[in-house]
């Protein structure tokens, strides 16, 4: 069941990416699959919950079929296009492969082993997975509702512990929720999955800016990122949530680049499920739109695009505060929304952040190396605009949700545990972003096109 469960969630997946995008390569497919799959099923739990069907593994597996079934007939409207796709792929030429990229790709496949080897070992023991996010998903699988669990309803339920998780959207814990449905034993299954699939997408991505062996390169100094590696397996949503929004980020920066239409929806879809994964991802939400508003004002003077782009970014996140309204599961607000100034506060978020930047144990080298990178490309970027968007939007997303932890009113724990930890969690989505820049530098990427030239002309003399 568990097995059958699955290759349903990716051939959904697979549909779902295949009928946003028909220009994908095959590593971005098998990075997508997963995420996009078990993403939509998500939201098709609430909607059976919303509905009254009980959640089983019955109904969502049904569901999941019916949506695959539209997906392949609308799929079956574009076999010309895909047979387009396909062709190329069937008769491309090989890479040039080097030592460089094979040591690479055999490193990254050591870090994926081992890290997939401890997170299905180590069973769920972080806090917020215990109380919170995988108990959550037991229960659902348990009890097959989301608006009715014992957890809300019965005699220990605790407001500000119990109903404060609830209101972080439902991505992580319904993917939890599924896996115990078909019969896991451990909903860590879910971990594993989306760091091997971050692993492909991210590769994939990137390497329509790099070299292969700089791709390569890149994908593991990202996946070794101390913190980030750590709680990769972990049962909780930080990582999950940092796939989505950096994956998100980058596609739409493919798509304001390569000036592909398609990229711009795979983006707003990845933005549906980062807002659908934690209320946080409205940042980078805000950041994209921003962009997008720029573009649609000084260039295309067109605003249907900008519009439906907005709209179906934020779908997921209104969809769920409807949800909860209805079903009585909010909680008092706790964003403040008037504008103010407490220098105390900002302070503290100023200091915490300073020491989280300069921390190599924490993000490893990831800050040094982008700030070498962007002050490498100083001429670049002033002269040619090279990847100033990418800055942009980098920017704006980390000014955007430091902009929501100072508007938020921290009745529940201090701002400085919220600095400490939640903060220093977030900042996972940055990480790939910053690493994406490193790759796609002007002067890095001249470097290693000589790099790989020279280590294949070495290779060739030696081959006579």
């Not at 990122?225 to 990769?232: A, D, H, R, V």
């Not at 990831?366 to 090279?386: C, R």
């Amino acid at each position: 069941m568990l097995i059958t469960g699955l290759i349903i969630t990716n051939l959904l997946g697979l549909g779902i990416v295949l009928s946003i995008s028909q220009q994908l390569k095959w590593t971005e497919i098998l990075g997508l699959m997963f995420p996009a799959g078990i993403g939509v099923q998500t939201f098709m739990m609430v909607c059976l919950d919303f509905v009254g069907i009980p959640l089983t593994a019955t109904t969502v597996i049904i569901g999941s079929i019916l949506l695959i079934g539209a997906l392949s007939a609308c799929l079956y409207h574009r076999r010309n296009r895909l047979k387009e796709w396909i062709a190329p792929k069937k008769t491309g030429s090989y890479p040039k492969i080097n030592w460089l990229w094979v040591l690479s790709l055999v490193a990254i496949t050591i870090v994926c082993v081992m890290n997939i080897a401890k997170t299905m070992y180590y069973s769920t023991f972080d806090t917020d997975s215990v109380r919170g996010f995988n108990l959550i998903g037991m229960a659902v699988a348990h009890e097959g509702t989301i608006k009715n669990l014992s957890l809300y309803t019965g005699a220990n339920f605790q407001p500000m512990t119990h109903n404060l998780y609830m209101t972080y959207t439902p991505l992580a814990q319904l993917g939890y929720a599924y896996l115990y449905m078909l019969g896991a034993e451990t909903s860590k299954i879910f971990n594993a999955l989306i760091f091997i699939s971050f692993i492909f997408s991210f590769y994939g991505v990137t390497s329509r800016f790099a070299t292969r062996t700089l791709t390569a390169l890149t994908t593991f100094f990202v996946i070794i990122t101390p913190e980030m590696l750590g709680f990769s397996s972990m049962s909780g949503t930080n990582f999950t949530h940092a796939l989505y929004a950096s994956l998100a980020i980058l596609y739409f920066i493919a798509w304001y680049y390569k000036k592909n239409p398609s990229f711009l929806w795979l983006a707003a879809a990845l933005l549906m499920l980062n807002n659908w994964t934690r209320n946080e991802g409205l940042a980078f939400i805000g950041a994209a739109v921003c962009v997008l508003c720029w573009e649609s004002i000084t260039v295309t003077k067109q605003y249907k695009k900008l519009i439906l782009f907005t709209a179906l970014c934020l779908f997921p996140f209104i969809f769920w505060q409807i949800f909860l309204k209805v079903n009585h599961l909010e909680i008092a607000q706790l964003i403040i929304f008037k504008p103010y100034w407490d220098s105390e506060k900002a302070s503290l978020i100023g200091r915490e952040m300073w020491i989280l930047f300069k921390s190599s144990t924490f993000y490893g080298f990831t800050f040094i190396a982008f700030l070498l990178v962007l002050l490498s490309n100083v001429w670049h970027i002033f002269k040619k605009s090279d990847h100033l968007v990418t800055i942009i939007l980098i920017l704006l997303s980390w000014l955007f949700y430091t902009i929501m932890v100072y508007q938020i009113d921290y009745v529940w724990d201090s701002l400085d545990n919220v600095m400490k930890y939640s903060y220093k969690r977030f900042m996972f989505s940055f990480v790939p972003l910053l690493w994406f820049y490193v790759a796609a530098g002007k002067n890095i990427n001249l470097i290693f096109e000589k790099i790989d030239d020279f280590i294949w002309s070495s290779k060739k003399k030696k081959v006579k």
